[in-house]
Nanobody, 123 residues
Framework: QVQLVESGGGLVQAGGSLRLSCAASGRTFGWYNMGWFRQAPGKEREFVAA???????YYADSVKGRFTISRDNAKNTVSLQMNSLKPEDTAVYYC?????????????????WGQGTQVTVSS
């Protein structure tokens, strides 16, 4: 079991930046691939970014070049640096953990989820 708690969400103007963090507790954090997903009102939850145990990163095309995922295994945290934010980035952002071989990009593949943190980007 692993417990995940997101923080860092808020209200920001278009073009601004936010940094989300996810703190993990429970089993060894380093065993897990970690992912960030988001869900806008009326839409399905979608993949944003993922990072493997070894630090390999994966991004959705919509955030590539603007968002950066990173992890600190010593502190049991994964972060999402979001730059050049757009109104369409508005959503609840979720952190997730997976113990598979390669970080998945589908919601159903992840075993553990945080409660989410709201990000609102105003135009």
């Amino acid at each position: 079991q692993v417990q995940l708690v997101e923080s860092g969400g808020g209200l920001v103007q278009a073009g601004g930046s936010l940094r989300l963090s996810c703190a993990a507790s429970g089993r060894t954090f380093g065993w897990y691939n970690m992912g960030w997903f988001r869900q806008a009102p009326g839409k399905e939850r979608e993949f944003v970014a993922a990072i493997s145990r070894s630090g390999g990163t994966y991004y959705a095309d919509s955030v590539k070049g603007r968002f950066t995922i990173s992890r600190d295994n010593a502190k049991n945290t994964v972060s999402l640096q979001m730059n050049s934010l757009k109104p369409e980035d508005t959503a609840v952002y979720y952190c997730a953990a997976d113990d598979g071989i390669v970080p998945p990009t589908t919601t159903s593949a992840y075993d553990y989820w945080g409660q989410g943190t709201q990000v609102t980007v105003s135009s």
